[in-house]
C-alpha cells in the first residue's frame, strides 16, 4: 500500500469513530455548551455535534463552568444547602413563575373583598327590608308601590 493511500485509509477511519480518543475543538464545546445550557437536551446536542458520548456535556460544564461565556449563560442558584447552575432560560422561567404567583395572591386578596362588600350590601339590604316592613305594620301605611293594581 502506498503512503498516500494509507492516509486515506486513515482518514477514513478518524471521520467514522467520531472524535473517539482526541481533544475536541474549543469552539465545538463552547457551542455545544451553549446549545446544552440553551435547553437543548443532552442526546440532541449530542447529535447535533456528533458527540460519541452526551456524558461529555455535564464534564464540560463542569470544566468550563469557570469561563466568562459559560457564566454568562449560567446562574448560580441556592438550593436545600446546594449550589445549582441554572440557564437564563430557566431563571426567567421562574422569576415569571414568582411574578404570577404574586398577581395570584393579590387576585385572591381583591376577590375577598369583594365578597365582604357583597355581604355587606346583602346584609344592608335585608336591613331595609325589615325597616319597611316594621314601618308598614306599625303605621299601617303601605310604602311599597303596588305596580299590578289599578
Not at 26 to 34: C, M, N, Q
Not at 43 to 52: D, F, G, I, N, Q
Not at 65 to 80: G, L
Request: proline letters at 1%; charged letters at 35%.
Amino acid at each position: 500500500m502506498r503512503q498516500t493511500e494509507r492516509k486515506e485509509v486513515v482518514q477514513v477511519v478518524k471521520k467514522s469513530k467520531g472524535h473517539r480518543g482526541r481533544a475536541y475543538p474549543l469552539a465545538l464545546r463552547e457551542a455545544a455548551l451553549r446549545d446544552y445550557l440553551g435547553g437543548m437536551s443532552r442526546s440532541e446536542v449530542a447529535r447535533k455535534y456528533s458527540l460519541t458520548d452526551s456524558s461529555v456535556l455535564s464534564l464540560w460544564k463542569r470544566k468550563f463552568a469557570a469561563f466568562t461565556p459559560v457564566k454568562e449563560v449560567t446562574k448560580t442558584v441556592k438550593r436545600r444547602n446546594k449550589r445549582l447552575l441554572i440557564t437564563d432560560m430557566e431563571s426567567a422561567q421562574a422569576q415569571k413563575i414568582k411574578e404570577l404567583e404574586r398577581s395570584l395572591a393579590s387576585a385572591y386578596k381583591l376577590l375577598e373583598e369583594r365578597e365582604k362588600e357583597v355581604s355587606d350590601l346583602r346584609l344592608r339590604n335585608r336591613v331595609s327590608e325589615t325597616m319597611i316592613d316594621l314601618a308598614e305594620e306599625t303605621f299601617e301605611i303601605a310604602i311599597r308601590k303596588n305596580f299590578g293594581s289599578k
